[in-house]
């Protein structure tokens, strides 16, 4: 599955930028709409390809950008949710630029020694929803 | 605590892409990833290749399949620099599965390095692997429909091929939705159709790789859709 694939990728990538002593919560990712990556296709793949490694129990969090379109005719380029080929000057012949973007963006890790620091210095509703 | 990574998440692959590339164009060796669905005459556009090439350009092959020696047997019939990869349960190729394949073959004695990707519309399209260009193909059998449903191969080929047009008398197939479908996705992209059976088609697709400059004079770098 496509999806699982990309799973494997990033679990390499990730294990790479992970800081030692810190435990992986979730991770951010973006996806071009050329990549074809389904949401949900996209968190089971990575809970599937993470189980039994050190990465288990981490989220990924799917960003999806918008295609990017220019048109043929007149030249103007824009943002949209879907792919189409009419241009607001009337011509047909937009046709998508860039789109396969697969980036880690972000890593959200715990660190132990920062919960220790704070431990009895907050309620632990706070500390729940600061995750 | 948030670690800012902000790196293509294909990365690690393509650190060994680019090792493989400039490995392949300090050879002089002109690179082609063929990327087509299971069944739509991969193997059998290879073949037919080697046969028109023998004696103009030399060639080598790696072949990508989940399991089997059958590909890399029928194409060792025309060139004798072929390498099969077995993924296992892979679904693609990747750099590594090339970088091991290069150590197999003699440089020096190749112009065209033909990679024949698994069988698959989809995943190999985002794997680099170091080649000079990715080639898309399709079949009549597989239907008009092919080239809008699968967006990312269209736009990052640099060529695309419509294979077995010897079946269009007794398949339906829109050309016409076929080729306006390409044109909306890529709107310059090459396309050829060709049968490796009838031979319609094959005269234009050898001269286009061997209009292709060679990897060793190019002088613009390697377009890099990342």
Known sequence: MHEFCIAQSLIELAK???????MLRRLVIEAGPLQGIDPDAMSWAWQAATDSTDLAGSKIELVQLPWRLRCGACGREWTAPELSATCSCGADEAHPVGGADLLLRTLIVDDPSEEQSDAGSGCRECAEAQR | MQVQVVENVLK?????AAINRQTLRSAGVFTVDLIGAPGCGKTALIEATLQRLKGRLRCAVIVGDLATQRDADRMARYCDQVVQINTGKGCHLEANHVRQALSRIDLSRV????IENVGNLICPVGFDLGQDVKVGMFAVSGGDDKAAKHPFLVCESAVLLLSKTDLL?????DLELFERDIRQLNPKVPLLRLSPVSGEGMDQWVQWLADQPAASSRTVPYPVSR
Do not use: K
């Open chain 2, 169 to 173: 008398p007794h398949i339906p197939f």
């Open chain 1, 16 to 22: 790479r930028h992970v800081p030692p002593g810190t």
């Open chain 2, 12 to 16: 690690l692959n393509d650190e060994i």
């Open chain 2, 111 to 114: 112009d065209i390095l033909f």
